[in-house]
């Protein structure tokens, strides 16, 4: 498999990735589930960092 299709993959599970995370902040941030405001941080963070992935191996898959 090219390397561009690998990137392509990574990117749109990055992405997926990052809507399942920020699913699960908002219901932690409507007190759906237990959680605390360091553990709504930490899920921030890491939707942020699973966002940037997505970017960066999209643009990886497409301008290689």
């Known amino acids: 498999m090219p390397q561009s299709n690998m990137d392509a993959l990574i990117a749109l599970g990055s992405f997926g990735g990052a809507l399942l995370t920020a699913k699960l902040w908002a219901r932690i941030n409507r007190g759906e589930l237990p959680g605390g405001s360091l553990w709504a941080f930490y899920l921030r963070m890491l939707v942020g960092f699973l ?4 970017i960066v191996f999209g643009y990886r898959a497409i301008f290689q």
């Open 51 to 54: 966002l940037a992935a997505a």
